[in-house]
C-alpha cells in the first residue's frame, strides 16, 4: 500500500494573501513554524523551518513553485521523535518525502488550500511517519485559518 495522504481547508481570504501566508517566511513563522522560518519559498531555494516540538532548524527543498497556484516541496523524511529512538530512526532514513500544496480561488473569495504528502517507505515506521505528518499538516491549516481571518496564533505555546 502506498502510504500518501491529503488535507485541505477553505481560508476566507483571498488566493494572494494565502499563498503569501505560506512563502513569506515571516508570516509562516507567525502561524506555523514555532522556532522560526529562515528563506523564501521560491523555486530551487533551500529554506529552514525549526518547530519547538521537533526543534533544531532542518531543510526544505523547494522543487518548484507556480505563484498563486501550487508549492512542490521536499523534506527528509522523519521515521520518529527523538524521545521514540527517532535519532536512529531518522539517521537511517535517507530519503525525502514530497509535499504539494495547491491554492484555488472559490467563487465566495475564499481560498481552498490542499495539502498533500507522499513517498515513505512501506514500513510501520514510514506509516507512523505519514500520520504524524498528516496530523501537523493539519494542524499548519487550522493555525493559518484561525491567523489569516482572526489574528490567533494556534500553536502558540503549544509545544514549550
Known amino acids: 500500500m502506498e502510504l500518501k495522504f491529503s ?50 532548524a532542518f531543510p526544505v527543498w523547494v522543487v518548484e513553485v507556480e505563484p498563486e497556484r501550487r508549492i512542490v516541496l521536499e523534506w527528509a523524511a522523519n521515521e ?29 473569495g475564499r481560498t481552498l488550500v490542499a495539502i498533500s ?8 515506521a514510514g506509516l507512523r511517519a505519514s500520520y504524524g505528518n498528516c496530523q501537523g499538516w493539519t494542524q499548519m491549516l487550522c493555525a493559518m485559518k484561525a491567523w489569516l481571518e482572526y489574528g490567533i496564533n494556534l500553536r502558540e505555546g503549544m509545544f514549550k
Not at 14 to 41: E, H, N
Not at 90 to 106: N, W
Not at 117 to 124: H, Q
Request: hydrophobic share 40%; charged share 25%.
Open 7 to 56: 488535507v485541505a481547508a477553505r481560508i476566507a481570504k483571498p488566493v494572494a494573501q494565502v499563498f503569501q501566508a505560506v512563502v513569506d517566511p515571516g508570516a509562516l513563522s507567525r502561524y506555523f513554524t514555532t522556532g522560526g522560518a529562515k528563506g523564501r519559498i521560491e523555486t530551487g531555494a533551500t529554506v529552514y523551518w525549526d518547530f519547538h516540538d521537533f526543534p533544531g
Open 80 to 108: 520518529g521523535a527523538p524521545a521514540d529512538g527517532g535519532e536512529a530512526v531518522a539517521a537511517q532514513a535517507s530519503y525525502r518525502t514530497r509535499v504539494t500544496m495547491t491554492f484555488a480561488p472559490l467563487e465566495d
Open 117 to 124: 504528502e507522499e513517498g515513505w517507505r512501506e514500513t510501520e
